[in-house]
């Protein structure tokens, strides 16, 4: 069987059919008793058209790469925000009023430069929610640290340090107080048993749509995702 071929399902229909999904998924749907063999040499007839049937599927569903220029947007806190690639930038790279502002001379070093401002804005940003909802709750900590990690937004260790994803900063404002507080409840229980999304619940009542977002989204939030 073809490679691309995903699955084949069988049914009372009459011919062979070739389906291809909007993610480039082939589903090849046949009748019962029509062996592999014709099926096979059904799909080789049609191969050139799977291929670019493929093709454009993935050409829609890939995203545009990032190349750090003028009008480009970015997340942060939730919401897109313009880069403006300036010679009038004071510094290579900075978050301004609402925009993020590159000296054109250093575009080659815009991917390291914006990693590098949001480790910083995240370090400062974590650190007083952090320390705000820790007083609130009355939890103690010991410091927040820093981490690239791509889908573990936050973990609590043993000796009492926080550790936030940069990338979180790019969620929206409640989405990150979910995480932190997800973090500070971890101090004194470390499962995610009942008793766990009790108390988180108790801190924080609507916090399931919060984590429902970072599911559904948890994805987008990268320097790629804002195009
Ligand atoms: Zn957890």
């Not at 229980?189 to 989204?217: A, C, G």
Request: hydrophobic letters at 35%; aromatic letters at 10%; proline letters at 4%.
């Amino acid at each position: 069987m073809s490679p691309e071929i995903n699955e084949v399902i069988r049914s009372n229909r009459r011919t062979i059919a070739i389906v291809i999904d909007s993610r480039g998924k082939v589903v090849i749907r046949a009748p019962h008793k029509v062996p592999m063999s014709v099926i096979n040499a059904f799909i080789t007839t049609k191969q050139s058209w799977i291929d670019q049937k493929i093709a454009e599927a993935k050409q829609r569903t890939s995203k545009p790469e990032t190349k750090f220029s003028d009008g480009e947007s970015f997340y942060l806190f939730g919401e897109k925000r313009q880069l403006r690639v300036t010679v009038q930038a004071k510094s290579a790279l900075a978050y301004l009023n609402g925009e993020f502002v590159l000296h054109p001379t250093r575009s080659e070093k815009a991917p390291l430069l914006f990693e590098k401002l949001y480790k910083k804005i995240a370090k400062d940003y974590l650190t007083e929610r952090a320390n705000s909802l820790a007083m609130k709750y009355g939890y103690k900590f010991g410091k927040v640290s820093i981490t690239s990690a791509r889908t573990r937004w936050g973990s609590c260790s043993t000796t009492g340090t926080i550790s936030f994803t940069w990338r979180l900063i790019m969620a929206p404002v409640e989405v990150i107080d979910y995480v932190v507080v997800h973090e500070l409840v971890h101090i004194s229980i470390k499962d995610h048993s009942t008793r766990f999304w009790n108390k988180v619940e108790s801190l924080m009542p609507d916090y399931k749509k919060h984590k429902l977002w970072l599911k559904q989204h948890g994805s987008e939030l990268s320097l790629e995702g804002a195009q």
